[in-house]
């Protein structure tokens, strides 16, 4: 017999790198005998010729990207200029595939002449 199974990659499978799966398989012949065998990957060049789990690697893919923009109010004198608030908006996301951590921004301000 021939089974399909799928799993769905989660998180954790890919900030792993792999995900690792076997199964073993069981049956009792008319005389009450038990056999069973775990699987093997079927790639005997790697060393393992027997019941070695299945092996998928995952690719790491970091990628963070960080978007700001900005608006200003005007103070009342139809200029951009003195007195007006700059409001900035820092958008900061995950584009990648594994989980980022101690992610931190640092705005730094400066004006024309740098």
């Not at 799993?7 to 690792?20: C, K, L, R, T, W």
């Not at 005007?74 to 908006?89: H, R």
Request: charged share 20%; no cysteine; net charge negative.
């Amino acid at each position: 017999a021939t089974y399909t199974a799928t799993y769905v990659i989660a998180q954790d499978a890919v900030d792993s790198g792999s995900i690792s799966n076997s199964v073993v398989a069981s049956g009792d012949s008319p005389m009450d005998t038990t056999v069973m065998d775990t699987s093997d990957d079927g790639d005997d060049t790697d060393g393992n010729t027997d019941d070695d789990s299945t092996v998928i690697a995952i690719s790491e893919d970091p990628i963070i990207e960080a978007v700001k923009i900005f608006s200003i109010a005007d103070n009342g004198d139809g200029i951009d200029g003195v007195g007006d608030t700059v409001t900035y908006t820092i958008t900061v996301s995950n584009r990648g595939n594994v989980t980022l951590d101690n992610v931190s921004i640092v705005d730094t301000f400066t004006d024309g002449n740098g």
